[in-house]
């Protein structure tokens, strides 16, 4: 009997968080492309529309809101019959310096980068240690490794997103439950427009750093986000998989 092709992911259910813009649309793309069946959760229109270029579902959820969550995690496996694949990527960013960091800043993008992605992580993990079988991809970020520049909470909030992803997978390994991330580098996202739209100075300084010679598209994140979530996979547990043009070589 022939073995399926190590990146074929059709008949698989995923379920992408954040999935109507940047990253999460690439994603999206890329695991739909493979042949999975997608749902996007989302809070705006990008996720209806992301869901239609895909060929899947769109669910309406603010994973700030604990109780949307649950609910919104809970339709959009009903609408998939099931979860083999869980991408979480979705995020916020509240930029600045320290000291100009309210506490409020501060809860809201923990909740959102951290906190929500490990009750993501536990609710697919419910569904897939008992049939010992799944993959979970989690993003993290080039602050996962390094202290950034005003953004102290969201360095925080990545730096915990990669000890989460190792945590889990200490735990979920042994029963057939791959968790892993992917860190980006400087990506072209509306999340960092205030670096390379806003900031030609710094913008600048980011490109004479990147051994690639330019800034990363969403699209360069495809064939990570496809292994990590395919068979080519199955032996990989707890890595932080740099997708930085270089980056953290330089």
């Not at 059709?10 to 994603?27: K, Q």
């Not at 209806?48 to 809101?65: I, W």
């Amino acid at each position: 009997m022939t073995e399926p092709p190590l990146f074929d992911l059709s008949g698989r259910r995923a379920l992408v968080t954040g999935g109507g813009g940047g990253l999460g649309l690439a994603i999206s793309e890329a695991l739909a492309g493979a042949g999975a069946r997608v749902a996007v959760i989302g809070r705006s229109d990008a996720a209806d529309e992301a869901a239609a270029r895909v060929g899947g579902t769109a669910v309406r959820a603010d994973l700030s809101n604990r109780d949307g969550l649950r609910r919104g995690f809970e339709e959009a496996v009903e609408s998939l019959g099931g979860l083999d694949n869980l991408v979480a990527s979705h995020g916020t960013l509240h930029a600045g310096p320290a000291l100009e960091t309210s506490i409020e800043h501060w809860d809201a993008t923990i909740e959102v980068i951290l906190t929500s992605v490990f009750e993501l992580c536990r609710l697919a993990g419910a569904l897939m240690v008992p049939r010992r079988t799944g993959k979970i991809v989690t993003i993290a970020s080039m602050l996962s490794f390094q202290g950034g520049f005003r953004a102290a909470a969201y360095s925080a909030s990545k730096g915990g997103v990669a000890q989460l992803t190792k945590a889990l997978a200490n735990e979920w390994a042994a029963h057939g439950v791959n968790v892993n991330a992917i860190a980006p580098g400087y990506v072209k996202t509306p999340l960092n427009s205030h670096i390379w739209r806003d900031d030609p100075q710094r913008s600048e300084a980011v490109l004479a750093r990147l051994p690639a010679g330019r800034w990363g598209e969403p699209a360069d994140l495809a064939g990570a986000a496809v292994f990590l979530a395919s068979p080519a996979s199955d032996y990989v547990h707890g890595i932080v998989l740099p997708v930085d043009g270089g980056w953290l070589a330089r």
